[in-house]
């Protein structure tokens, strides 16, 4: 089936401790007070911590120009009792395949909550009728992280070498685990 031009995905999604939620820019000083500026939550992603908690409402108005336009969904992390961002979770669709990612507050790791925010999200786009295939990659070193892709039901695929730089870490391209569900 041809995937519809415009995907609309849950504003909200519920989990047994969580609340998914579309981001608002009112999250931005949650975001970095949480997450954003700290050296261990970037060491294995794509950008460099943030310095200055201006820079967090260009990278809000991103996430929410992207979901508007369909590009990828990121959904704030709360927790049920307390609507204060946490983490984010994160979805693209690409033809009959959906990506996904992830950060999380160093404070609140090691409880779970990624592996249920995240198991939420491969769930609602692994049930899309046109997604086959569901997956991620992470830096060969960032244990926890391929830890939660096998805890949310992928199996590791291999490794794509040279893959992408993750430049808190080198800034010559690293080793990735590619980890994949499919139906
Ligand atoms: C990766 C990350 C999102 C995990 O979040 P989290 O909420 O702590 O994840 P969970 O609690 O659901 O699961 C973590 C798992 O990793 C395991 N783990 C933690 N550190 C580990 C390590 N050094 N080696 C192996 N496993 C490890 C935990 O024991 C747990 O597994 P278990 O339930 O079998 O015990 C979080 O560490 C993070 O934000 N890291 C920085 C950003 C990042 O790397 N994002 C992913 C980019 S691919």
């Known amino acids: 089936m041809a ?6 995905p849950p504003e909200v999604i519920t989990t047994r401790r969580l609340v998914l939620r579309r981001p608002r820019m009112s999250d931005a000083n949650d975001i970095f007070d949480n997450y954003t500026a700290d050296p261990e939550v970037t060491r294995y992603v794509i950008w460099p911590p943030y310095t200055d908690r201006s820079e967090v409402a260009p990278f809000l108005q991103s996430r929410l120009a992207r979901w508007d336009s ?24 690409r033809e009959q395949a959906a990506d996904i990612g992830y950060v999380m507050s160093r404070k609140y790791w090691n409880r779970g909550y990624i ?9 609602w786009a692994g ?13 060969v070193e ?15 695929e291999g490794i794509l070498r040279r893959y992408i730089v ?8 690293r080793d990735c685990f590619v980890y994949s569900k499919v139906r």
């Open 70 to 93: 369909g590009e990828e969904f990121s959904w704030a992390i709360t927790r049920a009792e307390e609507d204060r961002v946490i983490g984010m979770v994160g979805c693209r669709e």
């Open 3 to 8: 995937q519809p031009t415009l995907i609309e």
């Open 127 to 139: 049930n899309l009728e046109f997604i086959y295939r569901v997956w991620a990659v992470c830096d």
């Open 142 to 156: 960032n244990r926890s992280s391929a830890r939660v892709l096998e805890k949310v039901g992928m199996q590791r």
């Open 115 to 123: 592996t249920e925010a995240a198991k939420a999200v491969v769930d």
């Open 166 to 173: 993750h430049p808190n870490v080198s800034s010559e391209p």
